[in-house]
């Protein structure tokens, strides 16, 4: 079992950046490949970014490419999400996943935190 505790979200002005950071806790962090995904008010959840084991492998979603960096820091037990040229439609509840594998951590993760809210205004 794996828990998961996100942080950092709140209300920016688009064009800014907020980082977002993803705590774990219980089974051993660098065994599993992490995830991002957002969902906004009234649309179902999607995939943002994924990274693998060693941080040596990331990928994006389209909408997302070039502007947000997913990092990890084993030796923390930490995830995080750099988000910068923030737009409106970024705006939405942030979670934090983690998956057995690098397919389930983009796909069909294992676990799941709770989710924070980044809000960017016009």
């Known amino acids: 079992q794996v828990q998961l505790v996100e942080s950092g979200g709140g209300l920016v002005q688009a064009g800014g950046s907020l980082r977002l950071s993803c705590a774990a806790s219980g089974r051993t962090f660098s065994r599993y490949s992490m995830g991002w995904f957002r969902q906004a008010p009234g649309k179902e959840r999607e995939f943002v970014a994924a990274i693998n084991l060693n941080g040596g492998s990331t990928y994006y979603a389209d909408s997302v490419k070039g502007r947000f960096t997913i990092s990890r820091d084993n030796a923390k037990n930490t995830v995080y999400l750099q988000m910068n040229s923030l737009h409106p439609e970024d705006t939405a509840v942030y979670y934090c996943?983690?998956?057995?594998?690098?397919?389930?951590?983009?796909?069909?993760?294992?676990?799941w935190g709770q989710g924070t809210q980044v809000t960017v205004s016009s």
């Open positions: 996943a983690a998956g057995e594998t690098y397919y389930s951590a983009a796909r069909d993760p294992d676990y």
